[in-house]
């Protein structure tokens, strides 16, 4: 009898061991200006073994691509909706035509909803300041009344600027929230707390190295460092865990320090600046996925953390106000296809995951410098205008197309202007400076992509089509 127990308990813990390792999730954003369609990106993630995604809203169409698939989402509310949510009628409207509307056998499995994306960012000068929690608390309770509060949950995706340590004492256990916006973050993690929901947060051991020429580059990996931080008796060597840990002193200074804490987005990019490389991509990951994989936590927080990748794709039309590496941040390029080896499994088996399948590229056409041009006065001002419009991030300090030479650079410009444009002729003029040719010009590391082709009208009308039935379908639930 005893002994039964026993077993059931050891298989129990298997399960739930085996379930919680399930744990990684992925950033789906959608800031590109060709995108994949839905259903091809739903298919790489089952493709890949992903079974949780987190958007940044809560699109139709995204929506109906994932409805039976079985992934966990969270679905997300802009922060320029945040004041309109602080009506909590407006709040129910949402609750109920973004989540509840899905929440039927066959549907989406929600799990989240995120309020707002990093709020409180101090770039955005507190313009969320006083309606995030108000926003926040009417969703909750939106989701309560509606009677799926115990299986959804609230949650506002914050950056680690949110808190830290003081320069007198600059080590995780003296964490605490920022003092400027310490009395809405201690109402939003007391309601969070009250509701069972979990605290949700960003952190970028590349943004600390992007930020600080002199900070230690191997502590923002997981190899160990010959100076760790000493703290209470506890080593740190990486920054993931001394930022993670600072949270959890800032919660405990607030009296929550045991709510769950969801790792919202982390990764490492791959273009757009000296550090965002593969190598460095390649090096942060193979860190990063074992320590998940066997749950091993930080030193405050051993065990499992719930963590989503940022991201899955590329995305070419991100504002690149924090840095041109923002639109390199996908675990896949803009087309779903690997940058490099990787095992989210944590089992380090140096293996690409499986790409985007059947997708459809325009022809093998490239736009570029007429070799024959002879005027080049308006070169400048035609470069400058295919960059406003297209994405020429590689072309900066330290990435992937900067050893080009002039010319190189010429074309690589006119060319992802045409390719943006989905490679109309009109698109290839640059006043007389420029050609449409068949051949491959990549060269090097540096690529001259062919886009992604979006979706022809026949198959657009039937994704309409198939969008109002299901939409429709859903209507009549
Ligand atoms: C559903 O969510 C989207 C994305 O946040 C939003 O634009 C839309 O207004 C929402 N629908 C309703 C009825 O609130
Ligand atoms: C924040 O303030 C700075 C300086 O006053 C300004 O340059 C910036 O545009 C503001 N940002 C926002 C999002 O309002
Ligand atoms: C937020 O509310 C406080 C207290 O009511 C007020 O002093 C402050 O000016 C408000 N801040 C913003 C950015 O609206
Ligand atoms: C190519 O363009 C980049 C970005 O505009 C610029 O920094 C670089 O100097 C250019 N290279 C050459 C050789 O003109
Ligand atoms: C063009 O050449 C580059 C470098 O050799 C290669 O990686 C890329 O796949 C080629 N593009 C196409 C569309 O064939």
Known sequence: MSRSIVVIGLWWCL?????????????????????????????LLKDNGITKVKLFDADQSTMSALAGSGIEVMIAIPNAELSAMNNYNRAKEWVRRNVTRYNFQGGVTIKYVAVGNEPFLTSYNNSFLNTTFPALANIQNALNEAGVGDSIKATVPLNADVYGSPESNPVPSAGRFRPDI?????????????????????????????????????????????????DNGIQYTNVFDANFDTLVSSLRAVGLGDMEIIVGEVGWPTDGDRNANINYALRFYRGLLPRLAGNKGTPLRPGYIEVYLFGLLDEDIKSVAPGNFERHWGIFKYDGQPKFPMDLSGQLQDKYLIGAQDVNYLPKRWCMLKPDAKDFTKLGENINFACTFADCTPLGYGSSCNTVDANGNASYAFNMYFQAQGQKD??????????????????????????????????RFAQFFGATLFLLFFSLL
């Open 426 to 459: 009109t698109a290839c003029g640059f006043q007389g400076l420029a050609m449409v040719t068949d051949q491959n010009i990549s060269q090097g590391n540096c690529n001259f992509m062919i886009q992604i082709a979006t979706t022809s009208s026949s198959t």
């Open 182 to 230: 310490l009395p809405q973050m201690t109402q939003i993690v007391q309601f969070l707390g009250k509701n069972k929901a979990p605290f949700t947060i960003n952190i970028y051991p590349f943004l600390s190295l992007y930020a600080n020429e002199h900070f230690p580059v191997d502590y923002a990996f997981f190899d160990g460092v010959s100076n760790p931080i000493a």
């Open 15 to 43: 399960v739930v061991l085996v379930l919680r390792a399930e744990g990684l999730g992925v950033n789906w954003g959608t800031m590109a200006n060709h995108k994949l369609p839905p259903k091809t990106v739903v298919q």
